[in-house]
């Protein structure tokens, strides 16, 4: 079992930055692949980002790349997502979940998630 918890969500202009945390607990966090995803309301859950468990490896959906980063600190069980050039777009549900499969892109194949934070951008 692995619990884990966001952080970082809010208000922010077009432009802005804001930067998430996923703090794990629980099983081994080392081991596992990492992912962030975020949901809109009305629309699917959508891969943002991954990161291997050793950190070497990183994926991004093509909406974000460039614009945010990903990255994860296995001393502190905890995942972080950077994200710039923030757009109205980017406004969603943003969620951390853990995998046992290698850079895994559908929410169906992570196993554990967290509650959720919130972004808002808007127009």
């Known amino acids: 079992q692995v619990q884990l918890v966001e952080s970082g969500g809010g208000l922010v202009q077009v432009g802005g930055s804001l930067r998430l945390s996923c703090a794990a607990s629980?099983?081994?966090?080392?081991?596992?692949?990492m992912g962030w995803f975020r949901q809109a309301p009305g629309k699917e859950r959508d891969f943002v980002a991954a990161i291997s468990w050793r950190g070497g490896s990183t994926n991004y959906a093509e909406p974000v790349k460039g614009r945010f980063t990903i990255s994860r600190d296995n001393a502190k069980n905890t995942v972080y997502l950077q994200m710039n050039s923030l757009k109205p777009e980017d406004t969603a549900v943003y969620y951390c979940?853990?995998?046992?499969?290698?850079?895994?892109?559908?929410?169906?194949?992570?196993?554990?998630w967290g509650q959720g934070t919130q972004v808002t951008v808007p127009s």
């Open positions: 979940a853990v995998s046992n499969l290698v850079m895994a892109t559908s929410p169906t194949l992570y196993k554990y």
């Open positions: 629980g099983r081994t966090f080392s081991t596992y692949t």
